[in-house]
Nanobody, 118 residues
Framework: QVQLVESGGDLVQAGGSLTLSCTSS????????MAWFRQAPGEQRELVAA???????HYQDSVEGRFTISRDGPMNTVHLVMNPLKPGDTAVYYC????????????WGQGTQVTVSS
């Protein structure tokens, strides 16, 4: 069973930065894509950033230019660097992995809370 474990969530001031990490129990190159989603209170879960196995990245418009998704293959880890943060980025952030394509995700982490104060 694949396990994804997120870390790095915290309370930060607007304009600050955070790096989230997601460590997989399996080789990340076995997935067709890995991604970060977020869910704010009362909102639907939304895709923030994704990276395909080939290295192509995709970002939600609201985070383009502020967030960067990257991976560390030997460590089976995917990172999300967020800078600068805005209060609207406050949410629970989830790591996910897809086995086919990059639109349907099969495995999910437990989530990590990011809170941005104004």
């Amino acid at each position: 069973q694949v396990q994804l474990v997120e870390s790095g969530g915290d309370l930060v001031q607007a304009g600050g930065s955070l790096t989230l990490s997601c460590t997989s129990s399996e080789n990340i190159f076995m997935f067709s894509a890995m991604a970060w989603f977020r869910q704010a209170p009362g909102e639907q879960r939304e895709l923030v950033a994704a990276m395909t196995v080939g290295g192509t990245t995709h970002y939600q418009d609201s985070v383009e230019g502020r967030f960067t998704i990257s991976r560390d293959g030997p460590m089976n880890t995917v990172h999300l660097v967020m800078n600068p943060l805005k209060p609207g980025d406050t949410a629970v952030y989830y790591c996910a992995a897809a086995t086919t394509g990059r639109t349907k995700y099969d495995y999910w982490g437990q989530g990590t809370q990011v809170t941005v104060s104004s």
